[in-house]
T-cell receptor, first 113, second 114 residues
Framework: AQSVTQLDSQVPVFEEAPVELRCNYS??????LFWYVQYPNQGLQLLLK??????LVESINGFEAEFNKSQTSFHLRKPSVHISDTAEYFC???????????FGKGTTLSVSS | GAGVSQSPRYKVTKRGQDVALRCDPI?????LYWYRQALGQGPEFLTY????????KSGLPNDRFSAERPEGSISTLTIQRTEQRDSAMYRC????????????FGAGTRLSVL
């Protein structure tokens, strides 16, 4: 079955600490991978995507994710988080037909001072 | 418009009533998608349009759910004879089409069935 698994439902961290949000995908999905972020009371926004090429992709606000085919993972990392990074993060993959995104259950990142 | 617009933002209805949720995609976007997100879960695919054609409706849970996009722009998701289990956030997204193109999401409609 096509699936995306986010291993942590909640990740609490202190400001300026590093963070990793884990995501694994089943080999039956396509290798078009995405991270979306949802800030409180807002819609889903694309954070970064992997379509092809370099396995390390970066966002404009300091997040990065690495596509690892052998481990079927697409973990999201940031070396130093800010209070403003508090949000829910969703990992997603395009289905084989390219007609829909398959989402993980989401990880709530809570950054405190 | 500037982004995907969904209305209403919140809808409270009584069990057994019909509801219609509207999505206005980004101008020029060929593809339109509907997802449903239960509390504590990620969005789950419901249906997908290319222009006015409904290409995939495999995610619609039962025949009480239907969607249309008659002119290839605005779409309506209709739920007939609502049940409490239909309570969820309903999200619409649009894209230029194809698996590589980014899906842009609206703010969603929060449906509560009493």
């Amino acid at each position: 079955a096509q699936s995306v698994t986010q291993l942590d439902s909640q990740v609490p961290v202190f400001e300026e600490a590093p963070v990793e949000l884990r995501c694994n995908y089943s080999s039956s999905v396509s290798v078009y991978l995405f991270w979306y972020v949802q800030y409180p009371n807002q819609g889903l926004q694309l954070l970064l995507k992997y379509l092809s090429g370099s396995t390390l992709v970066e966002s404009i606000n300091g997040f990065e994710a690495e596509f690892n085919k052998s481990q079927t993972s697409f973990h999201l990392r940031k070396p130093s988080v800010h209070i403003s990074d508090t949000a829910e993060y969703f990992c997603a993959a395009s289905n084989q037909a390219g007609t829909a995104l398959i989402f993980g259950k989401g990880t709530t990142l809570s950054v405190s001072s | 418009g500037a982004g995907v617009s969904q209305s209403p933002r919140y809808k409270v209805t009584k069990r057994g009533q019909d509801v219609a949720l509207r999505c206005d995609p980004i101008s020029g976007h060929v593809s339109l998608y509907w997802y449903r997100q239960a509390l504590g879960q990620g969005p789950e695919f419901l249906t997908y349009f290319n222009y006015e054609a409904q290409q995939d409706k495999s995610g619609l849970p039962n025949d009480r759910f239907s969607a249309e996009r008659p002119e290839g722009s605005i779409s309506t998701l209709t739920i007939q004879r609502t049940e409490q289990r239909d309570s969820a956030m309903y999200r619409c997204a649009s894209s230029l089409g194809g698996a590589k193109n980014i899906q842009y999401f609206g703010a969603g409609t929060r449906l509560s069935v009493l």
